[in-house]
């Protein structure tokens, strides 16, 4: 595996629009969801923008998400399939400054994460071996490093940490996610509910339902009006 003190190189896998909520959530239960990493990273996203799949070079393969908006997707895009024809942005002009300049960008790093939002470091270098590192937002790393032709790296831990549970780290995280679900999914989670006795959640679900059909009447009132 290639690695440079304990980092990992890194490829673009996918840039995909984020998944609708509702198709998200249409089959399934409330414990699969929250099973599943790479679903709730979504959820907790914007649904409008797109989701940013790294993947490790070689084995194992493991995988980062990122968060990004519909304008960088396009740009990302662009500069993987022909980073010439970007040469009007502002990456593309950065990195042909900083070569003026006599910098090469020797590799970008993803350092940490705070939130949804990874932090990473370019790192430059003279001709005199001088080294130079700016900070820069994973997107814009991405597409300098693309576009210099330079390795693009995560820090190993970052891959290696487990998730805390969800739902013991978000208040109410059941109640969030009820309010997401398609009104059919949330019959079937009443379903499940009652059969495992867990009233409850089953009163939370029928609350749900019950404020879903007032908004409903709502709509239905407002519509008449106009």
Do not use: C
Request: charged content about 35%.
């Amino acid at each position: 595996m290639e690695t440079t003190n304990e980092l990992v190189q890194m490829r673009v896998r996918t840039i995909d629009e984020a998944i609708n909520t509702w198709k998200l959530l249409d089959n399934l239960t409330f414990d699969q969801v929250l099973a599943d990493d790479e679903k709730m990273d979504i959820l907790m996203g914007d649904s409008q923008d797109f989701k940013l799949v790294l993947e490790e070079i070689n084995e194992p393969h493991r995988l980062m998400l990122g968060i990004i908006n519909p304008d960088q997707a396009d740009l990302l895009d662009r500069a993987i399939e022909d980073p010439e024809e970007i040469d009007a942005t502002l990456p593309y002009q950065t990195v042909k400054f900083m070569k003026n300049l006599g910098f090469t960008v020797e590799k970008a790093v993803v350092t940490d994460r705070v939130g949804m939002t990874h932090r990473t470091i370019l790192t430059l270098r003279k001709e005199d071996g001088t080294v130079t590192e700016m900070p820069l937002t994973l997107f814009d790393a991405l597409v300098v490093a693309m576009v210099a032709k330079a390795p693009f790296y995560v820090r190993e831990e970052l891959l290696k940490v487990e998730r805390p549970d969800f739902a013991q780290s978000v208040p109410n995280a059941k109640i969030v996610l009820l309010r997401m679900m398609p009104l059919r999914a949330l019959k079937r989670e009443m379903d499940m509910a009652v059969r495992q006795e867990d009233y409850e959640y089953a009163e939370m679900i029928k609350r749900e339902i019950a404020t879903r059909k007032v908004d409903e009447e709502e709509e239905e009132d407002n519509e008449e009006i106009d």
